[in-house]
C-alpha cells in the first residue's frame, strides 16, 4: 500500500527521467531530503507536507512541466491507497 513515502519515490524517479539526475539531486538537497543513488526516499517518516514542499519547489523552478510529469502516477497511487494529494497536485 503506498504512503507518502512512495509518492515522492514516485515523483523523484519520475523527476530524475524529466529533470535529470543534477537537477533533482540539487532539489532534494536544497529541501533536505535525503535519496538514495536510485531515487528512494531516505527520511523515515514523509508527510503531505515534505510532498507538497517538494512539488513546490519542483513547480517554482522549473514549471507546470515538472509538476505534470508525475501528476498522474502519483495520483493514481493516493487514490488506491485513500490518501489526500496536496493542492499543486490534484
Known amino acids: 500500500m503506498a504512503t ?3 509518492l515522492i519515490d514516485t515523483v523523484i524517479k519520475r523527476e530524475l527521467g524529466i ?3 543534477e537537477r533533482m539531486w540539487m532539489v532534494l538537497a536544497d529541501l533536505r531530503l535525503p535519496a538514495s543513488e536510485d531515487g528512494r526516499c531516505l527520511k523515515a517518516n514523509c508527510s503531505i507536507d515534505d510532498l507538497d514542499h517538494l512539488m ?3 513547480s517554482a523552478r522549473y514549471g507546470a512541466v515538472a509538476v505534470m510529469g508525475c501528476k ?4 493514481r497511487l493516493a487514490r488506491e491507497a485513500g ?7 490534484k
Do not use: D
Open 4 to 6: 507518502y513515502k512512495v
Open 56 to 58: 513546490q519547489e519542483l
Open 19 to 21: 529533470l535529470g539526475k
Open 72 to 75: 498522474i502516477a502519483v495520483g
Open 83 to 89: 490518501l489526500e494529494l496536496p493542492k499543486i497536485l
